[in-house]
């Protein structure tokens, strides 16, 4: 079908849609020569093809960090600095539809960082809405080959929940390995990130001390951490984890 069409001899909906092996919107001879691999065992391992991740799929492929747990379909993300890691050999766009909760109306914004291709000096900060978020592209454009994509939520529980109800990619995906070690972070809002941004005062885990140090030592991190909240009771005794 992907012959046909690209030497302009038409072809159905169906036989253009199957024929785009690279998810970039046409049929052409890039789409005939990643098949023409494949059946030559080129590049067998790194087969196209469209997958659909629910939460099961996410917990067992995406070495899932934080405590995340199956809600329902959903993947249930809480704990500020909670992340996956979509790995394989991925092209085109990675899109997700997901939910949120508001926990505490402060008027902090809400969402996500992603890292492509372990890039921590500049993640993409991608804000969402209260409510249902479908279509959310966390990555474009991709060009075909292995890829590694880190999804971190920006907030603590204590201001959102989120719901993650399918991931959606084009490629052949990898387990993601564990890191080496593994480090859990207890602590407050200075832990959390909170107001670590120059100029903002929102929570942004992905900026604090925790997660600089669990890259140092090429570690997955934990982080129980509450703005506003403490381990102990003090003056703010109704706010106190061990209280």
Avoid at 130 to 159: C, E, F, I, M, P
Wanted: charged content about 20%; overall charge negative; hydrophobic content about 30%.
């Amino acid at each position: 079908a992907a012959k046909e069409y690209a030497f302009g001899n038409g072809g159905n909906e169906y036989e253009i849609r199957g024929g785009d092996l690279n998810t970039d919107g046409r049929t052409d001879f890039d789409d005939i020569g990643i098949f023409r691999g494949v059946i030559m065992s080129d590049n067998s391992d790194k087969y196209v093809t469209q997958h659909t991740f629910n939460a099961a799929s996410i917990i067992e492929y995406c070495n899932p960090v934080g405590r995340l747990t199956e809600s329902g379909n959903s993947m249930f993300m809480e704990a500020s600095a909670s992340n996956f890691t979509l790995s394989g050999y991925i092209s085109g766009d990675i899109v997700a539809d997901l939910s949120l909760t508001e926990t505490e109306n402060d008027g902090t914004s809400h969402g996500v960082y992603v890292e492509i291709d372990g890039n921590t000096s500049s993640p993409t900060r991608i804000d969402l809405k209260v409510g249902d978020n479908n279509g959310v592209v966390l990555a474009s454009g991709l060009s075909y080959g292995y890829h590694t994509v880190k999804v971190s939520k920006q907030h603590d529980g204590r201001h959102d929940y989120m719901y993650w109800n399918a991931l959606r990619f084009t490629g052949k995906p990898v387990r993601t390995s564990a890191k080496k070690h593994r480090i859990e972070f207890l602590g407050d809002s200075i832990t959390a990130g909170f107001g670590v941004e120059s100029g903002n005062t929102n929570t942004y885990s992905y900026y604090s001390y925790a997660n600089f140090t669990a890259d140092k030592f090429d570690a997955d991190y934990y982080s129980v951490a509450n703005g506003g909240w403490c381990f102990s009771p003090t003056l703010n005794a109704g706010h106190c984890i061990a209280s």
